[in-house]
T-cell receptor, first 109, second 115 residues
Framework: KQEVTQIPAALSVPEGENLVLNCSFT??????LQWFRQDPGKGLTSLLL?????REQTSGRLNASLDKSSGRSTLYIAASQPGDSATYLCAVDTDKLIFGTGTRLQVFP | DTGVSQDPRHKITKRGQNVTFRCDPISEHNRLYWYRQTLGQGPEFLTYFQNEAQLEKSRLLSDRFSAERPKGSFSTLEIQRTEQGDSAMYLC?????????????FGPGTRLTVL
């Protein structure tokens, strides 16, 4: 059974820091991996999708890597800003998305 | 409107009542998913449609839950005889079979509170 774990569960940092959020999964048989952002009480916004054959994907200050053989992905956020404060979820696609429990990020000025 | 929409955004009901939620996917998307998210957890898969066919249902979807997508466009999720444990955010997502990566796009969710 596929299980997805995210570490840390919560993170509080001052503005300007570079951050790494971690995601691990137990079964490497995935089609792709998506990172999402969720603001309190809201739906999910897709940030990055990494195909199973890719090693990384970049969008602006965000960079996500994927090591399928070891079952790991990282989301790197450069030069964090207070507006980045949200919960970040990773999900593996096995015909349906299986999510981790998220990392709750707070960036303070 | 180019996004996934859900209605209502909030629903408060008493235990034992029936509720129905609606999801309108992105217009060119033929795949539609329902997920449920409880506080502090990631979303959990409930069911999935391709066009009007319901292709998979999670064991989380008890016999009190039913989902339909009658014409392959919008979908409804009905919960009968609601229980307090049904309180959660119900999320809908859509994707296109023609997208090789099957990227899913989510709606804003319907928050259900069962008193």
């Amino acid at each position: 059974k596929q299980e997805v774990t995210q570490i840390p569960a919560a993170l509080s940092v001052p503005e300007g820091e570079n951050l790494v959020l971690n995601c691990s999964f137990t079964d490497s048989a995935i089609y792709n991996l998506q990172w999402f952002r969720q603001d309190p009480g809201k739906g999910l916004t897709s940030l990055l999708l990494i195909q199973s054959s890719q090693r990384e994907q970049t969008s602006g200050r965000l960079n996500a890597s994927l090591d399928k053989s070891s079952g790991r992905s990282t989301l790197y956020i450069a030069a964090s800003q207070p507006g980045d404060s949200a919960t970040y979820l990773c999900a593996v696609d096995t015909d349906k998305l299986i999510f981790g429990t998220g990392t709750r990020l707070q960036v303070f000025p | 409107d180019t996004g996934v929409s859900q209605d209502p955004r909030h629903k408060i009901t008493k235990r034992g009542q029936n509720v129905t939620f609606r999801c309108d996917p992105i217009s060119e998307h033929n795949r539609l998913y329902w997920y449920r998210q409880t506080l502090g957890q990631g979303p959990e898969f409930l069911t999935y449609f391709q066009n009007e066919a319901q292709l998979e249902k999670s064991r989380l979807l008890s016999d009190r839950f039913s989902a339909e997508r009658p014409k392959g466009s919008f979908s409804t999720l009905e919960i009968q005889r609601t229980e307090q444990g049904d309180s959660a955010m119900y999320l809908c997502a859509s994707s296109s079979e023609r997208d090789a990566y099957n990227e899913q796009f989510f709606g804003p969710g319907t928050r259900l509170t069962v008193l």
